[in-house]
Every structure is written in C-alpha cells, then in structure tokens.
C-alpha cells in the first residue's frame, strides 16, 4: 500500500469490545466485534446510516451479550475507557435515551438535548455525572474512570477536549456493583424502553482507564470519517 494511503491506527492495548458501526452489517442482522472477543452485536429496529447507525427512539437497539472480556471493565483496578461517537437529535424514548451501557454503568441523554450523564452504579446511590456537548453534529464522546471513591469522578472528553463534569450525585458507599449479569446494550436499555434517538458511530472499550492524551488520540485519528 502507498505511504499516502496509510492512516495510523488506534492502540488496542486493552481493548476488550470494537465496533464499527461505521461498516454497517457484518452479517444478517449482526454488527461484529473486531477485537475477536466474540461480543457480537444482534441489531433490531436500528439501521445502517453512514458513518453509524440511526436509532429512532422506538425499541431501536444492538445487544453485545457479556462475556467475561466485558464485563466490570470500570471495577478492574486499572479502570476503564469508553470511546462513541454519537449524534443527538432528540432526548430518546421517555426523554432519556441511552447511547450505551450494561446497567450497571450507561450513558443517557437528560432533560436537555445538550448534556449527557454517566453513571455507575454502588451500593447505595449510583454516582451520576453530567457534561455538556453539542447538538445536531457527530461528537467524540471518551468516558476514563475507575469506580473507587478516593478517585470519585470520570475524565470526560468532547472531540477530544477535557470538559467540565458536574457530580450530580456522590457514590453511596465504597462499594461497586458488578455488571456480570448484564448485557452490554448500545442505543437502549435492557427493558427496551430508553432508546436513543439520533445516530451511533464507532465504539471502542478497553479494560483500563486510558490517559487524557490517549482519549485524544482516539478523537484525532477517528474524526476524518466524521467530518469534525
């Protein structure tokens, strides 16, 4: 291949779960996982739209299963790293639409189409964080955390920029809630009733809590086929 033609890759150190939904369907009715973890995606309702797929706020969702490679990813000393690329049209089914999550973790929509929340769950109250980002455009959202409360709140990045995180509501104890039984689920939630409503691009998980300048690398070699 032609040195021109050449873009460098993401690392894949610590990647535990890939899709490019990007590329559409792998097969009938299934996005694959390119980390060869096996954590295929079965889609219903949503569809292929270039560069991801549109969710339209109705039942719209691609279910990953939870394999062990999946699960717990924020709970592992090493914490965990969550990189979507999303677009938001609207605050989803039941006004709070889910881009991705295992139950125990997730990322949703609130009362306002330009802030998002991320939260995981502890014995007691969840810990739930919140963050502006922009509407109607493709935006690069990176989630690093570790669920431990001497650490507390996640790094968040919006195309690739650290942003402000508010602490809507404080971990309740020192004690994480494992995510084991649950399916990772990316545009709904495992009731099928808090469906996205916009479009989700490419999705990467990795088993560690990535560093401020690895997030931006993701954002920086991604977001040529996002037009940002």
């Known amino acids: 291949m032609k040195e021109k033609y050449r873009?460098?890759?993401?690392?894949?150190v610590?990647?535990?779960?890939?899709?490019?939904?990007?590329?559409?369907?792998?097969?009938?009715?299934?996005v694959f996982d390119y980390t060869l973890?096996?954590?295929?995606?079965?889609?219903?309702?949503?569809?292929?739209?270039?560069?991801?797929?549109?969710?339209?706020?109705?039942?719209?969702?691609?279910v990953c299963g939870s394999d062990s490679s999946i699960d717990d990813i924020f709970i592992a000393g090493n914490g965990g790293t969550v990189s979507i690329w999303l677009?938001?049209?609207?605050?989803?089914?039941?006004?709070?639409g889910r881009a991705i999550g295992k139950e125990?973790?997730?990322?949703?929509?609130?009362?306002?189409?330009?802030?998002?929340?991320?939260?995981?769950?502890?014995?007691?109250?969840?810990?739930?964080w919140?963050?502006?980002?922009?509407?109607?455009?493709?935006?690069?959202?990176?989630?690093?955390y570790v669920a431990d409360r001497s650490?507390?709140?996640?790094?968040?990045?919006?195309?690739?920029?650290?942003?402000?995180?508010?602490?809507?509501?404080?971990?309740?104890?020192?004690?994480?809630t494992s995510d084991a039984a649950d399916s990772l689920i990316i545009g709904d939630n495992a009731a099928s009733d808090r469906a996205w409503r916009g479009s989700i691009g490419e999705v990467l998980l990795f088993d560690r809590r990535k560093s401020v300048a690895e997030a931006k690398s993701i954002f920086e070699l991604t977001r040529?086929?996002?037009k940002i």
């Open 14 to 30: 610590g990647l535990v779960a890939h899709y490019k939904l990007w590329a559409g369907l792998t097969t009938a009715g299934e």
């Open 104 to 128: 125990k973790w997730l990322l949703r929509t609130t009362d306002s189409v330009e802030n998002l929340a991320f939260s995981h769950a502890f014995t007691g109250d969840d810990g739930i």
């Open 37 to 62: 973890n096996g954590n295929t995606g079965v889609v219903f309702g949503a569809f292929p739209a270039y560069p991801g797929f549109s969710f339209n706020a109705s039942d719209d969702e691609i």
């Open 87 to 96: 677009k938001v049209t609207g605050k989803g089914e039941n006004n709070f």
């Open 224 to 226: 040529w086929r996002y």
């Open 130 to 144: 919140s963050f502006d980002i922009g509407t109607a455009i493709w935006q690069h959202i990176a989630i690093l």
């Open 7 to 12: 873009k460098p890759q993401v690392s894949t």
């Open 151 to 176: 650490i507390i709140d996640p790094t968040v990045l919006v195309n690739g920029i650290v942003v402000a995180v508010s602490e809507d509501q404080t971990p309740g104890s020192e004690d994480e």
